[in-house]
């Protein structure tokens, strides 16, 4: 499949290690907040998500954290496995029902 | 239960040719949504439909627009098509959307 974006920022990890993968939101109004993850020639896929009255939801192997004071989420990928190879995206839902989304990271797992 | 499925999955179109590309939400949702995604641009937001109505619309030129059935199917209709049109274009839907939205595989529309 083609390449969702040419020039994403990419994390390279070890199978096994945990990664983190970090996306910076736009909107102090934003209330709801969705990772996906986007295998080539797919679409996205929802991993895990999280309201802005929470600051952790974990998930089979991932956790989210949302820091509302500097605006940034993380999704937390524990024991990286090659199968987790994709691009990552963040995506806030604005309150007017519209999801917008961050630029992607790329996650490369290696042996 | 089934998921979001797009149809056709790869489409080739020329220039100032129009085409419609079609969407079948999750049983049960109500929302549809309608994405395009390029290498440049990333993911953009075209316009939402909840119970054939349009609620929301990104900051696409009037060439783009849609429209959804009394099921909850959806339609998206590019018009006069242009090079830059050619992209993924991906179908989420949801119950109510603002909760969270399902992806189809997309369809990939090329124009030449």
């Known amino acids: 499949g083609e390449s969702v974006g040419l020039h994403l920022p990419t994390l390279s990890v070890q199978e096994g290690d945990n990664s983190i993968i970090n996306c910076a939101y736009s909107n102090s109004a934003s209330d709801y907040f969705i990772w996906y993850k986007q295998e080539s020639g797919k679409g996205p896929q929802f991993i895990i998500d999280i309201r802005s009255n929470m600051d952790k939801r974990q998930g089979q192997r991932v956790t989210v954290l949302l820091n509302k004071t500097v605006k940034h989420l993380s999704l937390q990928i524990a024991a990286t496995q090659p199968g987790d190879s994709a691009v990552y995206f963040c995506a806030e839902n604005d309150g007017a029902d519209k999801l917008i989304f961050g630029t992607g990271t790329r996650l490369q797992v290696f042996p | 239960k089934a998921g979001v499925t797009q149809t056709p999955r790869y489409l080739i179109k020329t220039r100032g040719q129009q085409v419609t590309l079609s969407c079948s939400p999750i049983?049960?949702?109500?929302?549809v949504s309608w994405y395009q995604q390029t290498p440049g641009q990333g993911l953009q937001f075209l316009f939402e439909?909840?119970?054939?109505?349009?609620?929301n619309k990104g900051n696409f030129p009037g060439r783009f627009s849609g429209r959804q059935f009394s099921n909850s199917r959806s339609e998206m209709n590019v018009s006069t098509l242009e090079l830059g049109d050619s992209a993924l274009y991906l179908c989420?839907?949801?119950?109510?959307?603002?909760?969270?939205?399902?992806f189809g595989p997309g369809t990939r529309l090329t124009v030449l």
């Open positions: 049983s049960g949702h109500r929302s």
């Open positions: 439909y909840f119970s054939e109505t349009q609620r």
């Open positions: 989420a839907s949801s119950l109510h959307g603002t909760d969270t939205q399902y």
